[in-house]
């Protein structure tokens, strides 16, 4: 009878777990977010809000996403820095004199310091000597002295959860899959000063459910060993990002310091620049802890200048030299290798101002997008999602004609769904 009644308990447990088994393959075969919006309803290529809508708004502000948002964009990107108590908040860096108006709040004149930075001495305010209860007092203003300033001094700094409520509201009101894609700033920085971004990064994002391998999450990092570590924590899609200093004249990337190689190497003694993460044998081992390269654009497709006096020159002569004056050169084999191996390539950033355009683009920034669509890469990092949408509708209505019928059909006209 006992003998009965384990063989029936372990029956019961033996079909108990073959339905977990069919509902968790069905669950992951449909890819669901748990918020009704599939996997494979995810656009493609996506389109990445970088630091929300900041070509538009101060970046990094709760209204920054929303408009992201409003524009059509799929994911908004907040940069994560820690605060002194351990909060998780939306800056570009841990200095918050050039994104927000600390320096003029006299309550905080004190707190001015230098502080090294990935061996780099940083003068200014640093998020880890402030509470979230003080960087409530601070207001985001524009980073980028070409943008619109009107708008400084309005919004406020938000916390990563503040980020996710907003998108997941977004997400019900819109009707469709909107994720996050974090970025863990200067990890070993953070690791340094006792206040590690990682754990506290997963702790958020299961507190929100989304600590899983569907979430509408991407995490990125400039540095490899966090990435391995994350790996180990989490199955949360990971990125990782490769940087370089410059553009040289002829098109190839500059690699001074400290842009030169991820920090986690320089601490380590890893020999190598940030360029060996994008070689087949690179790629292949960004395999085997993330799912995707988050390239600066130019190790896709490069540009040239043409040089005067050993000094690019002034092409257009609009008085300036700058990316207007350069000639795309053909696209690297990047995007392909890592095709190969099955990784995702989210270049970054694509900009609007026509100072940022190469002069292939004729300054129509839809043109770049079409140019990096074409060239294969399953996304992009934008300051303005709305001209990245644009571009998507350009692209898709050049790949097959039928999507503006099928806009009329009423039917979800994404072509991966
Ligand atoms: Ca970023
Ligand atoms: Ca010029």
């Given at each position: 009878?006992?003998?009965?009644?384990?063989?029936t308990?372990?029956?019961?447990?033996?079909?108990?777990?073959?339905?977990?088994?069919?509902?968790?393959?069905?669950a992951?075969?449909?890819?669901?977010?748990?918020?009704?919006?599939?996997?494979?309803?995810?656009?493609?290529?996506?389109?990445?809000?970088h630091?929300?809508?900041?070509?538009?708004?101060?970046?990094?502000?709760?209204?920054?996403?929303?408009l992201?948002?409003?524009l059509?964009?799929?994911?908004?990107?907040?940069?994560?820095?820690?605060?002194?108590?351990?909060?998780?908040?939306?800056r570009?860096?841990?200095?918050?004199?050039?994104?927000?108006?600390?320096?003029?709040?006299?309550?905080?004149?004190?707190?001015?310091?230098?502080?090294?930075?990935d061996?780099?001495?940083?003068?200014?305010?640093?998020?880890?000597?402030?509470?979230?209860?003080?960087?409530?007092?601070?207001?985001?203003?524009?980073?980028?002295g070409d943008?619109?300033?009107?708008?400084?001094?309005?919004?406020?700094?938000?916390t990563?959860?503040?980020?996710?409520?907003l998108?997941?509201?977004?997400?019900?009101?819109?009707?469709?899959r909107?994720?996050?894609?974090?970025?863990?700033?200067?990890?070993?920085?953070?690791?340094?000063?006792?206040?590690?971004?990682?754990?506290?990064l997963?702790?958020?994002?299961?507190?929100?459910?989304?600590?899983?391998?569907?979430?509408?999450?991407?995490?990125?990092?400039?540095?490899t060993?966090?990435?391995?570590?994350?790996?180990?924590?989490?199955?949360?899609?990971?990125?990782q990002?490769?940087?370089?200093?410059?553009?040289?004249?002829?098109?190839?990337?500059?690699?001074?310091?400290?842009?030169?190689?991820?920090?986690?190497?320089?601490v380590?003694?890893?020999?190598?620049?940030?360029?060996?993460?994008?070689?087949?044998?690179?790629?292949?081992?960004v395999?085997?802890?993330?799912d995707?390269?988050?390239?600066w654009?130019?190790?896709l497709?490069?540009?040239a200048c043409?040089?005067?006096?050993?000094?690019?020159?002034?092409?257009?002569?609009?008085?300036?030299?700058?990316?207007?004056?350069?000639?795309?050169?053909?696209?690297?084999?990047?995007?392909a290798?890592?095709h190969?191996?099955?990784?995702?390539?989210?270049?970054?950033?694509?900009?609007?101002?026509?100072?940022?355009?190469?002069?292939?683009?004729?300054?129509?920034?839809?043109?770049?997008?079409?140019?990096?669509?074409?060239?294969g890469?399953?996304?992009?990092?934008?300051d303005?999602?709305?001209?990245?949408?644009?571009a998507?509708?350009?692209?898709?209505?050049?790949?097959d004609?039928?999507?503006?019928?099928c806009?009329?059909?009423?039917?979800?006209?994404?072509?991966?769904?």
């Amino acid at each position: 009878m006992r003998l009965l009644r384990n063989r029936t308990a372990r029956m019961l447990a033996a079909a108990a777990a073959t339905l977990l088994a069919l509902s968790a393959g069905a669950a992951r075969a449909h890819g669901d977010d748990g918020r009704g919006f599939g996997h494979r309803a995810e656009p493609s290529p996506l389109v990445i809000g970088h630091r929300g809508a900041s070509g538009y708004l101060p970046e990094h502000t709760l209204e920054s996403y929303a408009l992201a948002i409003e524009l059509g964009a799929d994911y908004v990107e907040p940069d994560l820095v820690a605060t002194k108590d351990g909060h998780l908040i939306a800056r570009h860096e841990p200095n918050l004199i050039a994104t927000t108006n600390v320096s003029a709040l006299p309550q905080f004149a004190a707190r001015k310091r230098t502080v090294m930075v990935d061996g780099v001495p940083d003068t200014g305010f640093f998020a880890s000597d402030f509470t979230l209860a003080e960087i409530r007092q601070l207001r985001a203003v524009q980073a980028f002295g070409d943008r619109e300033q009107g708008l400084n001094g309005q919004f406020g700094i938000p916390t990563l959860e503040e980020v996710i409520a907003l998108v997941k509201r977004k997400s019900d009101e819109k009707g469709r899959r909107i994720g996050i894609y974090p970025e863990t700033k200067h990890p070993t920085y953070h690791q340094g000063i006792g206040l590690a971004l990682e754990d506290r990064l997963l702790a958020v994002l299961q507190k929100a459910g989304w600590n899983h391998r569907h979430a509408p999450v991407f995490i990125q990092s400039f540095e490899t060993a966090n990435l391995r570590y994350l790996r180990s924590r989490t199955s949360v899609r990971l990125v990782q990002l490769v940087d370089a200093n410059d553009l040289n004249p002829d098109g190839s990337l500059d690699f001074t310091k400290p842009y030169d190689k991820p920090y986690d190497w320089v601490v380590s003694g890893r020999a190598g620049l940030f360029k060996d993460l994008l070689t087949p044998a690179g790629l292949a081992e960004v395999r085997t802890y993330a799912d995707g390269v988050g390239p600066w654009k130019y190790y896709l497709i490069p540009s040239a200048c043409t040089l005067v006096n050993g000094a690019c020159s002034d092409v257009n002569g609009d008085g300036a030299v700058n990316e207007a004056d350069r000639k795309l050169l053909p696209a690297t084999d990047v995007i392909a290798n890592a095709h190969k191996l099955g990784l995702v390539v989210h270049p970054y950033t694509f900009r609007n101002e026509q100072r940022r355009l190469a002069t292939d683009h004729a300054g129509n920034p839809v043109n770049e997008y079409l140019r990096f669509f074409e060239a294969g890469v399953d996304g992009v990092f934008s300051d303005f999602a709305d001209t990245a949408v644009a571009a998507r509708v350009t692209w898709k209505l050049k790949q097959d004609p039928s999507y503006a019928r099928c806009l009329v059909s009423g039917r979800r006209c994404d072509r991966d769904d």
